[in-house]
């Protein structure tokens, strides 16, 4: 990096001002020449050694203007050179900020929308999971209650077996109705745990009248007893059957919607997943990005104001070297004026010296 490139302009121009014996220490004297002409008119020196006075003062501001030219040369190159120099600097250094900057803004909004959507996300994941286990307390809820029931089922049909077994111990003469009595008890119980009275209610008229009927019983009544039993046991046996056919629908149905649920929870899961990889990435790139536009715009404020002392100073160059070319052009204007009013002088001083030899030629 050309960081002192203007120190360099200001040494080259110091060599180059030892080179060319360019010394403004020692200023020439306008009115010192103007002197030594008037002295040398008065001691009526002749014209070469007066005009030679002149001549050795312009060809001192020539040879100060050439060598001049040479170094104004130096600095125009040296300032032209640092000009493309930090202008190509300033123009990458702002591209790369422009650039860095768009790619940082881009970044940080695609952090924001990521990190609402990471939310949504995470929301609807907590969502599923609340369900998923809501779900499966009333799975095993309702498993309790099938278990249950079942038990309960399974106890209504034994008990209607019992009394089947009962009646016909009674129909071969070796049962007593008191047994009767007890299994009655017991599938009334049953009955009322799988809310079916109205199905047991007719067996429970038929036992009272074989009560009523004690030691009086027909084979007949016997029979029709037995087959309201049997009836009953196959509405029971139906409604059981159709009860776990219920509740294996219900079951399907609960694996359905916990596979789902399972499935959704996977994918809200794998798609966080993403979305944080993805954040990660966008927070390196804005870390990355942020430090890019940090360095671009250090190089762009150094290079600009080292651009713009480079200007000022090649401005100054440009300015002192105007002015002193108008002075130097000034002072041979004056200088060839004089040279022309001495030479005038001469001239009338000659023909004033050729009259008055003629006018004593003439006399004498």
Not at 17 to 23: I, V
Not at 135 to 163: N, P, Q
Not at 250 to 275: C, H, M, P, W, Y
Not at 278 to 299: H, P, R, V
Request: charged letters at 25%.
């Amino acid at each position: 990096m050309r960081l002192a490139l203007c120190l360099l302009v200001i040494l080259a121009v110091a060599s180059a001002t030892t080179k060319f014996n360019l010394d403004y220490s020692k200023k020439r004297s306008m009115t010192a020449v103007m002197a030594e002409v008037e002295a040398k008119l008065k001691n009526k020196s002749p014209l070469d050694a007066i005009l030679n006075v002149l001549r050795d003062f312009r060809d001192a501001v020539n040879t100060e203007q050439v060598n001049h030219d040479e170094i104004y040369n130096v600095q125009v190159t040296e300032c032209e050179s640092e000009d493309a120099f930090r202008r190509a600097e300033v123009t990458d250094a702002s591209n790369v900020l422009r650039d860095s900057t768009a790619a940082l803004n881009v970044a940080q909004t695609s952090k924001i929308r990521a990190t609402n959507q990471q939310e949504v996300n995470q929301q609807q994941y907590f969502s599923a999971e609340e369900h998923l286990n809501t779900v499966l307390s009333a799975a095993e809820t309702e498993a309790g209650y099938f278990k249950r029931r079942g038990r309960d089922y399974e106890d209504a049909l034994h008990a209607i077996d019992e009394a089947s077994d009962i009646l016909a111990t009674i129909y071969s003469g070796s049962g007593s109705f008191a047994e009767i009595s007890r299994v009655s008890k017991s599938m009334l119980q049953t009955a009322f745990n799988i809310k079916e009275t109205a199905k047991f209610a007719p067996v429970f008229y038929a036992f009272a009248q074989l009560a009523a009927q004690e030691g009086q019983l027909d084979e007949s009544a016997l029979e029709r007893v037995a087959q309201l039993l049997e009836t009953l046991r196959g509405n029971i046996q139906e409604a059981y059957n159709d009860f776990t056919e219920s509740n294996a629908v219900s079951v399907a149905a609960f694996n359905d919607q916990k596979d789902r649920l399972g499935q959704t929870i996977a994918r809200l899961e794998a798609q966080n997943e993403r979305l944080q990889n993805k954040l990660d990435s966008l927070n390196q790139q804005i870390g990355t990005q942020s430090a890019i536009a940090q360095t671009a715009s250090g190089k762009l404020q150094r290079n600009q104001q080292l651009w713009d002392q480079a200007q000022a100073l090649c401005a100054t160059f440009a300015n002192e070297y105007n002015y002193a070319t108008q002075a130097r052009r000034n002072e041979l204007q004056l200088v060839a004026e004089l040279e022309e009013m001495v030479e005038a002088r001469f001239n009338q001083v000659e023909d004033e010296n050729h009259e008055r030899n003629q006018r004593l030629a003439n006399q004498a």
